[in-house]
């Protein structure tokens, strides 16, 4: 196995990517507190993995990197519909101020830096996959699989993932939940608002990174409406 960078933006679903890999894998992930700052204990301490904790964790997750050349560890980028994250993030902002927090991010003026993750995946010229937020839920075992062989896992608990996937996927839930202090029971309450603030800038958004981002058709395209 090899040590990884796990690199998004927030709510782009690395809670279910570290969840797979420690299962997978028994070791650990190492997370980050709401300050940023390293959490030196994984998935498996709020969910029912069996994990081990005394070596060096498998995953190290990041909503933006800084690395120095010397650096060598491989970057997974996890990417997810910038209408969909952006809105998440802001969710409890006003209509005008999340639009002015996406031009802003778009503008690279807005900390965590959505479109400069790209730009920095783009640059990394050493080991690295990108997996699609989208493709993870909607084809789990193409991207599982890709995730076993990037980081080399070894591993007897294959099947029994992928057979009880939806079993896993509502214990990753739990954790998510548990992590950001109940943040999804406050999103299924908001559905139905998020979903009409995305309706209302959708297209609107999809112009602005057509024009003013120069990797947009490369990672982006398949988002556009």
């Keep these: 196995m090899i040590q990884a960078y796990l690199l998004s933006y927030p709510h782009s679903g690395n809670s279910w990517v570290r969840y797979i890999v420690e299962y997978l894998s028994g070791i650990y992930t190492e997370g980050l507190t709401e300050n940023g700052n390293p959490m030196e204990y994984g998935i498996g301490k709020v969910a029912p993995i069996d994990v081990e904790f005394s070596k060096k964790p498998i995953l190290i997750k990041r909503h933006e990197l800084k690395l120095d050349k010397i650096d060598t560890k491989p970057v ?12 998440r993030h802001y969710k409890d902002d006003s209509i005008a101020k999340i639009k002015k927090r996406f031009n802003d991010t778009l503008n690279g003026n807005q900390d965590p830096l959505y479109f400069e993750l ?18 993870l839920i909607r084809e789990p075992v193409i991207e599982i699989n890709r995730l076993i062989d990037f980081l080399k ?3 007897d608990k294959y099947a029994e993932l992928i057979n009880h996937l939806d079993y896993h996927i509502e214990q990753s839930r739990q954790v998510y ?25 959708s297209m609107e958004w999809d112009i602005d990174v057509k024009d003013n981002f120069e990797l947009a058709d490369k990672y982006l395209k398949r988002y556009y409406e």
């Design 76 to 87: 997974i980028f996890l990417l997810r519909d910038y209408k969909q994250a952006i809105m």
């Design 118 to 135: 790209i730009r920095y995946y783009e640059s990394w010229q050493k080991n690295k996959m990108l997996i699609y937020y989208e493709d």
């Design 153 to 155: 896992i070894k591993t």
């Design 177 to 201: 939940n548990n992590y950001a202090s109940g943040v999804i029971d406050q999103y299924k309450k908001q559905k139905y608002k998020l979903n009409e603030k995305l309706k209302a800038y």
